[in-house]
């Protein structure tokens, strides 16, 4: 009787040991993503990503770079819009597949970081041909990148498009 109950003891002391050791490790696993922070380098790693991305017109490059969650604002002339990730992947991949010639830039400055996300001005010029005619677009925002998967992504922008 001794030893069954011994057994039985030793057995959930194991399991409770188990349970604790499993909390444990969950426990550290969301202080270390709770304690991951934005970085200057991350940002500057966005947009060389972002260039390589859209230059070799990557969609899906482009699309790992934009959170799920992403809402891009764009306005011209005082007329504006709002797109999510996938009316911006659409109006992108519309982009490239009617034109040639396509170049992009990016530019980041005043990059101001708080815990997991930055908020940074960004100014981007894109060119193409389109109908044996040069376009260029410059592209003046303020955008959040958050982070995912230990990588800057888009969340957030608020753009003004100038055509030239």
Do not use: C, H, P
Not at 68 to 82: C, H, M, Q
């Amino acid at each position: 009787m001794k030893k069954l109950l011994g057994n039985r003891l030793l057995a959930l002391l194991v399991k409770s040991a188990s349970i604790t050791a499993i909390v444990a490790v969950a426990s550290t696993i969301s202080i270390n993503a709770q304690a991951a922070t934005m970085t200057e380098d991350l940002v500057q790693n966005y947009a060389a990503a972002m260039k390589a991305s859209a230059n070799s017109q990557s969609i899906n490059q482009v699309s790992r770079l934009v959170s799920d969650d992403a809402l891009i604002s764009l306005s011209r002339k005082g007329k504006s819009t709002s797109l999510d990730k996938d009316a911006y992947l659409k109006l992108l991949q519309n982009s490239w597949n009617d034109t040639s010639n396509y170049r992009y830039d990016i530019s980041v400055d005043n990059v101001v970081i708080t815990g997991s996300q930055a908020k940074a001005n960004v100014t981007t010029n894109e060119s193409w041909v389109k109908n044996g005619q040069q376009v260029s677009f410059v592209t003046t925002s303020r955008v959040t990148l958050t982070l995912s998967t230990g990588n800057a992504v888009l969340l957030r922008a608020v753009s003004q498009v100038a055509i030239n």
